[in-house]
């Protein structure tokens, strides 16, 4: 095994931690960038002016009435940017646009003494509009040809040769909505500037150094003048990836133009309707099966819809498009995508990143395939996984595939699944008005960013002369676990108690240039970083303990706070005697680490290559009960087998994955976005702006037995004590979830029917797939007619 793999003996990795910040969260005493704002005096409040049009050009801001309100100190617009008036990294995006593209775009920004005087100020402002024409949806994108980026495939094989000799072609077109990323803390940036002019900003984001960098071209300043900090977040799942600068952007120019710090934190109204989802993808495609179910080719169109500016649409479509083989080996493919541009909120990194959408392409097509096939759904994903030897539809070999069957065995096992298919059987012949459903599905998730450059983390580590250890690296908390898993991963490098290292927030002057915490990446990366940082700090020590124990540098030993060596039994000493006898030797006991991850080659032209350092794979066993005359479901029960390698921290990786199973069933069954599609003064609108009218996963969505396991014996070579990410993968797991609605809606019809389920299959769409099923069922019976409700038509997954 590797060296960056390798455990030391008693290692503080691997074992069951609690969140570093648990007891703070759960007592209201962790600070969050907006509680800062509350401590720092004479602050400033900023509130946005926003269209009320879908697509309009701005033809003159009148700012007079707002900045004779009581409290208004300034309203910021374009002519006050002494930089580049752009707030992405793509050109398309500017902080104060001369077109409005969306409903809610904010066109300028008052700052006032608070935030009801900032929010009286922007209502005051006169903003002249002429209206423009709007594409709110995909399918208004597609019937105009509006697109926006580079259209990219992906393609092995030839396609229509594999679909000419197929036994049997299924086409269709699968279309499932985005998801509102909903983090409990909204947005938010406190921004201050002093006495030299040195910027310092406080921002609830996922990638510093890109604040930093958008911070430096709006203000027209270099890097060093700028210092962004991001203390913690209350959740990002990617949507604090990017979208974030624009408001840290705001309150920069606002401290810089008034002297005072200057807060942005939006509500959640605000959140909601200003800043980017998850894509939403139409898809159209036609599978070949072989007259044994093989899948032999596949083709499809995948369109995004990618909102008005490109943002991270085209990542997001080139990992969509790298997913949509999930766990299964298909000899010829032909995908061809493209990004939709819209007059929406510019879509954006969500967990997953375009990978849920590629999957959720291929479960769909195996789940309606497989009883026009005359195979159990089961039968038909277990026929096609990948076995050792192939390769991905991008060229990159599929490494330990038989972990795949693996935790498949696993988890039909532990779920007994083949006992309660027939016991589900039975309850669904003796009830004509509940049905329930069983589905097994795998996921093999690709873990590092495409771009190859952004694989790579820093670290600082500083050790004192008491033995106390401080730790900066460049990856962002925003609940995940990731500082809990770097003060383990330094403890064990170190060999001292886990109560000795503390970690400090994560900003741009202690570790610069540094990757979003994204991608799943997070722990692999920046746990390198520290890793080799102290590393080096233990290799200095080490010598200075052989001085003191007589023994040789490479025979000494640091464990739990205590340094021995080998073949010396009678003397030891203690971690904190080291460090103060290295420092009176004048030994260097801090040090910067770095990581860049090994092996990785990408085209991003032909897509084709090595992207990704391994495969986090799993499976789930998801088993519903349906309700005939409501459409609702309860998950009755969950079991999942997921491979988190050797876990650096289970407690943390459990959580991990039922967070990610619950937010992926709350993208399915769930989250239904819904825009003004009209045409009145409206059109464009978001209508699910909040928690009444957006509806979000709860206690009673859990599962009634939720029961997760961790692959055992499952050390990954080459990653850092074996782990694996464990971010992003279990979203995808929630596909068993809406594999079994399907399941159990076809229960209400007749054998070997072909259920279309739209996504998200909220109560409603599941209400008329059911009658879509009792219909066939009179159909088939001869009874049509007697007790039927005519279906409302979806245009969903049609």
């Not at 060093?224 to 203390?231: A, F, G």
């Not at 290799?539 to 021995?564: H, I, K, P, Q, Y």
């Not at 990581?595 to 990785?600: A, D, I, S, V």
Request: charged share 20%; net charge negative; proline share 5%.
């Amino acid at each position: 095994m590797s060296h960056l793999s390798q455990r030391p003996a008693s290692p503080a990795v691997g074992r069951p931690e609690p969140h570093e910040s648990a007891r703070l969260h759960a007592t209201g005493q962790a600070l969050y960038t907006d509680d800062l704002s509350a401590r720092t005096p004479h602050v400033l409040t900023a509130w946005p002016v926003q269209s009320p049009h879908a697509h309009a050009l701005v033809r003159s801001i009148s700012t007079e009435a707002a900045l004779a309100l009581p409290k208004v100190l300034r309203v910021l617009t374009a002519e006050d940017v002494p930089g580049i008036n752009d707030c992405g990294v793509k050109d398309d995006e500017p902080l104060f646009p001369s077109e409005a593209m969306f409903h809610g775009h904010a066109v300028a920004w008052v700052l006032a003494e608070d935030q009801e005087a900032a929010r009286a100020g922007a209502a005051a402002v006169k903003v002249d509009y002429q209206v423009l024409p709007s594409l709110v949806t995909v399918a208004d994108a597609i019937a105009a040809g509006s697109f926006q980026g580079l259209p990219k495939t992906v393609s092995r094989g030839d396609v229509d040769a594999g679909l000419a000799s197929a036994h049997t072609v299924f086409s269709g077109v699968t279309e499932f909505s985005g998801q509102e990323h909903f983090y409990l803390e909204t947005q938010a940036a406190l921004a201050t500037v002093d006495e030299g002019g040195q910027v310092f900003v406080q921002s609830s984001t996922q990638h510093p150094s890109e604040a930093q960098e958008i911070l430096a071209h709006v203000l027209a300043r270099p890097y060093h003048e700028i210092t962004v900090q991001s203390l913690r977040m209350g959740g990002g799942f990617g949507g604090k990836e990017m979208q974030s600068h624009g408001f840290a952007a705001i309150a920069a120019l606002g401290t810089l133009l008034t002297g005072r710090p200057v807060r942005v934190r939006l509500n959640r109204t605000l959140d909601m309707t200003m800043t980017g989802k998850r894509h939403g993808f139409h898809t159209s495609w036609d599978a070949g099966f072989s007259s044994d179910g093989t899948l032999l080719a596949l083709k499809a169109q995948l369109t995004s819809d990618g909102g008005w500016c490109l943002d991270l649409s085209e990542a997001v479509l080139a990992r969509a498009l790298c997913h949509v083989d999930n766990a299964y080996f298909i000899e010829h493919v032909e995908l061809r995508g493209r990004v939709g541009k819209t007059n929406k909120t510019s879509q954006t990194a969500f967990r997953g990143f375009g990978g849920p959408q590629g999957m959720l392409l291929i479960e769909d097509i195996l789940g309606r395939s497989a009883p026009l096939l005359g195979l159990a759904p089961e039968e038909l994903r277990r026929k096609n996984f990948y076995r050792e030897g192939q390769n991905t539809p991008y060229g990159m070999p599929v490494r330990h595939a038989d972990r795949i069957t693996t935790i498949w065995e696993q988890v039909l096992q532990r779920s007994d699944f083949a006992e309660r298919r027939r016991e589900i059987d039975r309850f669904n012949a003796a009830h004509a008005h509940q049905k329930r459903g069983l589905a097994i599905t795998p996921v093999k998730f690709g873990i590092s960013f495409n771009l190859v450059a952004f694989n790579q983390a820093g670290a600082l580590v500083h050790v004192y002369k008491d033995g106390s250890v401080l730790i900066n690296h460049g990856g962002t908390e925003m609940g995940q676990g990731l500082h809990t898993k770097m003060l383990q991963v330094a403890a064990t490098a170190l060999g001292v108690p886990l109560h000795t290292v503390r970690l400090a927030p994560t900003r741009t002057d202690k570790v610069p240039n540094t990757s979003a915490t994204a991608a799943s990446s997070g722990s692999d990366l920046n746990g390198g970083a520290v890793k080799n940082a102290c590393e080096q700090i233990r290799d200095r020590m080490a010598a200075v303990a052989g001085g003191m124990l007589g023994a040789s540098a490479g025979d000494v030993r640091f464990a739990n706070g205590e340094v021995t060596a080998l073949g010396v039994l009678e003397r030891s000493c203690t971690f904190a005697e080291v460090a103060i006898k290295a420092y009176l030797q004048r030994v260097q006991l801090w040090a910067a680490g770095f990581y860049r991850t090994e092996g990785l080659h990408w085209n991003p032209q032909t897509m084709q290559g090595e992207p990704f350092k391994y495969f986090a794979c799993g499976a789930a066993v998801a088993e519903v009960e349906l309700d005939r005359f409501t459409g609702n479901y309860t998950q009755r029960r969950v079991d999942i087998v997921h491979d988190a390698g050797d876990s650096l921290s289970p407690m943390i990786d459990i959580g991990q994955i039922e967070g990610g199973y619950v937010q992926g069933v709350g993208w399915l069954t769930l989250e239904d976005l819904r825009w003004d599609e009209g045409t009145g003064p409206n059109r464009g609108r978001l209508l699910t702006s909040s928690a009444s009218t957006y509806k979000l996963p709860s206690f009673s969505e859990m599962p009634e037995v939720f029961n997760v396991h961790l692959l055992e014996h499952a050390a990954e070579e080459g990653a850092v004590y074996g782990s694996k990410a464990v971010g992003e993968p279990p979203i995808m797991l929630a596909f068993s979830a809406r594999e079994a609605i399907r399941d159990a809606i076809g229960a209400f019809g007749p054998a070997g029917r072909s259920v279309t389920l739209a996504s998200p299959a909220t109560p409603e769409a599941v209400f008329w797939a059911i009658e879509e099923s009792l219909q066939a069922a009179a159909f088939a019976d001869g009874t049509l007619g007697q007790e039927t409700v005519s279906p409302v038509p979806s245009t969903l997954g049609q």
